[in-house]
């Protein structure tokens, strides 16, 4: 029994070594070469003010609308590499057919003030959005907007 449990501590104190990865519980309970991996990562977001840098008509528009405080981000996705000219790739267009619904889809999980329409009653069953409102300053009464071509 006693030999047991000695091989039972034993296998449990090479396990712990093996496992336990270096720094662990120098300063607290983590490892802290975390702190430094953290640090090196990349952001994958740019931020708005970062695309003001090359872009100035969507800031601009953005910035007196009522989509003020949604980030550009938020609709076009994290573009970290883009903004950084790391890449060639231009960012697509979102379809806003889609995009729009996933903030303003009716569903009564949300806030009463917030506006949210039902994609099957609202607009002209087309299925898009943009055409209508534009999205970068959308309009409370876009109907005069309707038929001036689409400004984006
Ligand atoms: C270093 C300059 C630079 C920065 C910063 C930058 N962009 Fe761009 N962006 C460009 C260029 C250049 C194009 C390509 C324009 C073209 O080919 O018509 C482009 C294209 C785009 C397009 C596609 C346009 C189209 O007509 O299809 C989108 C969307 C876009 N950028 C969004 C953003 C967003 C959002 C940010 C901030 C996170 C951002 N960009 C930051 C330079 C930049
Ligand atoms: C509410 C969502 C939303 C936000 C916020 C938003 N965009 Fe857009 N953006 C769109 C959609 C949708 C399109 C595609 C329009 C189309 O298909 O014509 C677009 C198109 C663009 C384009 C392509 C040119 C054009 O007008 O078609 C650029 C560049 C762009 N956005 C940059 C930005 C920048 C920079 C910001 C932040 C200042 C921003 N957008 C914020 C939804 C958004
Ligand atoms: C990331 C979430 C988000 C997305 C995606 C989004 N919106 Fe919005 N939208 C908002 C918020 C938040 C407000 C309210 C801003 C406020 O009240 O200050 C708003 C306000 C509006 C309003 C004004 C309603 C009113 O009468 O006050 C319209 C219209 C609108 N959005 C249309 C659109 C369209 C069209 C799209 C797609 C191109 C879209 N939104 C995409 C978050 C979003
Ligand atoms: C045929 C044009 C048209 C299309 C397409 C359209 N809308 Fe609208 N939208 C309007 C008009 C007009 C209003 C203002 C009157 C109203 O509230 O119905 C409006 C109002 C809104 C409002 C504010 C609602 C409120 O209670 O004040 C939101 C949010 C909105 N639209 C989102 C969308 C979304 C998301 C889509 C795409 C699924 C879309 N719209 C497509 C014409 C359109």
New binding site residues.
């Given amino acids: 029994m006693a030999g047991l449990f000695v091989v039972g501590i034993a296998a449990f104190l090479i396990a712990r070594r093996v496992l336990v990865p270096d720094g662990f519980g120098e300063l607290g309970h983590f490892r802290v070469g975390a702190l430094d991996d953290n640090r090196a990562q990349k952001p994958v977001h740019a931020g708005r003010a970062a695309c003001a840098e090359c872009h100035s008509d969507e800031p601009d528009r953005l910035k007196t609308g009522?989509?003020?405080?949604?980030?550009c981000e938020?609709?076009h996705g994290a573009l970290g590499a883009h903004a950084a000219a790391e890449t060639d790739e231009k960012p697509t267009k979102?379809d806003?057919g889609k995009?729009?619904?996933?903030?303003?889809t009716q569903s009564v999980g949300k806030p009463a003030?917030?506006?949210q329409v039902d994609p099957k009653e609202h607009g002209d069953g087309s299925g898009s959005?943009?055409g209508?409102?534009?999205?970068h300053a959308?309009?409370?009464?876009?109907a005069a907007h309707a038929e001036e071509p689409k400004k984006s």
């Fill in positions: 009522l989509h003020a405080k949604v980030g938020a609709c979102p806003s995009l729009c619904l996933v903030c303003h003030g917030f506006k959005c943009g209508c409102h534009d999205p959308p309009d409370k009464e876009p």
